[in-house]
């Protein structure tokens, strides 16, 4: 589950990470009087940011992140983001309607980093990652410049150790009392990760404020920050399951989580209900490899319910772009049986207008045929399939039609 940078942000505050004074507000006029508040002529150099709150990242290559440096600009800022869909390398290419922004207090940076936690399933802990060269393109110094990346695995039980911290932030390049502000932000990131259920908790970038007489090293603080959770998690984590903003979340594939399937939709036209994550990748790929394009990635799992595949059936259908559907079982804890009875019950309450083809395999697979020969006659669209390649070849071959 994945949350917006102002949400991010309250998190920061509440496990001790400095970021920078903000104000989240929905139209332009706010926005112009949020600079006001933020923007006191002694600090920041008069400057505030005004950001899009989508979930998306890229922002700043996309026009979603502006500087502004008088309510006036703030107002103008806004009115932009807020008119447009935002199209930045993460969105789809016509964009992400913006209804939220977060007005920033600027800050004078002096240098960014990348600071981040992630899972490491090789090493089944959590993992600092974290570059000097941080910013906006992590993942083109990951490419380009591998070395430039720091990785320090985390004890899932005892957490970052304080020898960890040091050595990264001298590795950084962080210098005097920097090296205390980054430590001390790497602690806070760390029991943020653990406690919360994290999957990412990234701060990009990570900043060192140009120095003042007050602070001649800078100050270390977060700028923006990305958290993702993990959703097996949430059930001990309330607080963090209410911040989900259900209009960042596709509708069906949250209507499919509800009934234990893993469904994603894609670009194509032939639907496809599989049970497996690996066979559903199988049979994507033996679509395309027979001139189809697969609508959808769907699982329905070992223990898929006749009710379970019934909305499967009602989720793929849903989508105008499809015109045929692939059903690929393989009978193992799921059982034949219980699918033939589902298409059957899809029939009557969805009904199939565009070709069907069916290929089961497995546990029960007799009987399953027994149901699907019988129910030809309410299902005219449907055909069985004898191999995968055939169904794969029947449905190319009905939807090219
Ligand atoms: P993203 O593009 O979605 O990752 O959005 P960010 O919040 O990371 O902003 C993108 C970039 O804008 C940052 O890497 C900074 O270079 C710049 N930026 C954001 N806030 C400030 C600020 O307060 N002061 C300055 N000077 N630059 C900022
Ligand atoms: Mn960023």
Redesign the pocket.
């Given at each position: 589950m994945n949350i917006h940078?102002y949400q991010a942000r309250e998190l920061l505050i509440k496990f001790g990470v400095p970021v920078?004074a903000a104000i989240v507000v929905t139209n332009p006029m706010d926005a112009a009087k949020a600079f006001d508040k933020l923007v006191t002529r002694q600090h920041?150099g008069g400057?505030?940011?005004v950001?899009?709150q989508v979930h998306?990242?890229?922002?700043?290559?996309?026009g979603?992140?502006r500087?502004v440096r008088s309510s006036d600009e703030a107002r103008k800022a806004a009115t932009e983001i807020l008119t447009r869909p935002l199209v930045?390398p993460q969105t789809p290419p016509e964009g992400v309607p913006v209804t939220k922004l977060m007005v920033?207090?600027?800050?004078?940076?002096a240098k960014?980093y990348y600071l981040a936690i992630a899972v490491d399933r090789k090493n089944s802990a959590p993992i600092i990652v974290a570059s000097a060269e941080?910013?906006?393109d992590i993942e083109q110094v990951a490419r380009e410049k591998p070395e430039a990346i720091i990785r320090e695995p985390i004890s899932p039980i005892a957490g970052l150790a304080p020898y960890q911290a040091r050595k990264i932030a001298y590795r950084l390049g962080f210098k005097g009392q920097q090296v205390r502000m980054a430590g001390k932000i790497m602690h806070q990131l760390s029991d943020l990760f653990l406690k919360c259920d994290c999957s990412l908790a990234e701060i990009?970038?990570l900043?060192v404020t140009k120095p003042t007489d007050e602070h001649p090293d800078g100050v270390v603080m977060a700028?923006?920050a990305?958290i993702n959770f993990d959703e097996n998690a949430l059930i001990r984590q309330e607080d963090i399951r209410s911040l989900e903003d259900p209009t960042e979340v596709n509708a069906d594939e949250a209507h499919a989580s509800r009934f234990g399937l893993s469904y994603i939709k894609l670009d194509g036209s032939i639907g496809c209900l599989v049970n497996g994550a690996g066979l559903a990748m199988a049979t994507m790929d033996i679509i395309k490899l027979h001139g189809g394009e697969p609508a959808n990635f769907l699982d329905v799992g070992g223990s898929a319910s006749e009710e379970a595949v019934t909305e499967a059936f009602r989720i793929i259908l849903q989508d105008p772009k499809v015109n045929g559907v692939l059903v690929n079982i393989f009978g193992g804890i799921a059982k034949c049986d219980t699918i033939a009875r589902a298409i059957v019950v899809a029939a009557k309450e969805v009904g199939f207008t565009v070709p069907l083809v069916v290929r089961l395999e497995g546990t029960n697979v007799e009987e399953a045929r027994k149901i699907l020969e019988e129910a030809k006659a309410e299902i005219p669209t449907m055909q069985i399939g004898g191999d995968l390649t055939e169904a794969a070849k029947m449905i190319t071959a009905a939807t090219a039609a």
């Open positions: 940078e920078p920041g400057m505030a940011v950001k899009a998306a990242g890229g922002r700043g290559k996309g979603g992140v500087m930045t920033a207090a600027g800050v004078e940076i960014e941080g910013g906006m990009n970038p900043i700028v923006d990305k």
